[in-house]
């Protein structure tokens, strides 16, 4: 491993602007429709991430990221109010993450990060870059003995006890996710495959050799790695 709206009536009352109608008077007005929140229109996609906003923005955003990455990091502080706040929330693009994966400690944190579906994803990839250095640093201190042991064990067993070396059941116990669905989180088939057909779609279709990396409207930006370089980019797209 390492090496899914009911709208009720009352059944066989008049309704007061029915009556109102019989009697002569003028219909009242329609209410404005609601105003889409697209912050809260999360999903999974077919590719394998996790995306927000409205699916038929004129913009399309795809990011590869790794949960271990500095410069993820410092691209999810520096640049992800602005992206939701001036362009996910106004609809007018349509963002994707797609969990790159770096490393063992990264492949833990990414399948803890996705077990808990689209609507508790971002929250906890949030959690996970704001707190990279203080969950990253117990996995560094692993002695040669620890990590030794690990190579008599399955491939499941390795992944579990190397997240739990590294103090990853603790981070996300605190964040939603008990014990009993800390093991079964890390060994789910199924989020094992969409990772690597992340990877592969990644590295052989757009050409991505580290992250962050982007892709906009199916377009990937080569040498655009931070939010000082994408800013112009995106900005321009959406005029």
């Known amino acids: 491993m390492f090496g899914a709206v009911a709208v009720l009536s009352a059944c066989g009352q008049e309704s007061s602007e029915a009556a109102g109608n019989k009697a002569g008077s003028a219909p009242k007005a329609a209410a404005p429709a609601a105003k ?3 912050l809260e229109a999360v999903k999974a996609t077919p590719e394998g991430g996790f ?13 590869f990221a790794s949960l271990t990455c500095p410069h993820c990091r410092d691209f999810h502080e520096m640049a992800m109010p602005t992206i939701k706040g001036e362009y996910v929330a106004k609809g007018k693009v349509y963002y994707e993450f797609r969990n790159f994966v770096l490393n063992p400690a990264d492949y833990g944190a990414t399948m803890l990060a996705r077990c808990q579906g689209p609507s508790a994803f971002f929250g906890l990839a949030d959690a996970f870059f704001k707190n990279q250095q203080a969950w990253i640093e117990p996995f560094t201190k692993l002695t040669e003995a620890q990590t030794a042991s690990l190579q008599s064990m399955s491939p499941d067993e390795q992944v579990v006890t190397y997240a739990k070396l590294g103090g990853l059941d603790g981070f996300v116990r605190a964040r939603g996710i008990p014990e009993a669905k800390f093991k079964a989180c890390l060994t789910d088939a199924n989020q094992r495959g969409q990772l690597e057909t992340i990877r592969k779609t990644a590295v052989e279709q757009y050409k991505v050799t580290g992250t962050p990396a982007f ?25």
């Open 36 to 38: 889409a929140n697209w």
């Open 51 to 63: 995306a927000i906003g409205n699916p038929n923005a004129p913009v399309k955003l795809i990011e």
């Open 215 to 239: 892709v906009l409207n199916d377009k990937s930006l080569e040498g655009v790695h931070s939010w000082a370089d994408l800013e112009p980019l995106l900005k321009d797209a959406v005029k």
